[in-house]
């Protein structure tokens, strides 16, 4: 079982950054992803950026180069960095936790089991 908890959403005007972050704890393997999803009202829920125990990265095409996923795993905290924020990157933003998937598939919200109550993210000027 992984319990996660995200914070550090909030609203901000068009250019800001915020980072969220999201605590991770229970069992985690060795081979792992760890991701951020985001969700609007009547959309799916679509993947923004996955991190692999490898440290190897994917990102949504419409967040490259503005958004970093990290993590401090002294902490185990995941961080999701957010630049140059648009009014469309506003969403339910929820991270999420898995055991032994593929990066490939990280980016797909159907992958994974564990999942985070989320944090509300609003740009807006």
């Known amino acids: 079982q992984v319990q996660l908890v995200e914070s550090g959403g909030g609203s901000v005007q068009p250019g800001g950054s915020l980072r969220l972050s999201c605590k991770v704890s229970g069992y985690i393997d060795s081979s792992y992803l760890k991701a951020w999803f985001r969700q609007v009202p009547g959309k799916e829920r679509e993947g923004v950026a996955v991190l692999a125990s490898d440290g190897k990265t994917r990102y949504a095409d419409s967040v490259k180069g503005r958004f970093t996923i990290s993590q401090d795993n002294a902490k185990n905290t995941l961080f999701l960095q957010m630049h140059s924020l648009k009014p469309e990157d506003t969403a339910m933003y929820y991270c999420?936790?898995?055991?032994?998937?593929?990066?490939?598939?990280?980016?797909?919200?159907?992958?994974?089991?564990?999942w985070g109550q989320g944090t509300q993210v609003t740009v807006s000027s």
């Open positions: 999420a936790a898995d055991n032994e998937l593929p990066l490939a598939v990280g980016l797909s919200p159907h992958a994974f089991r564990n």
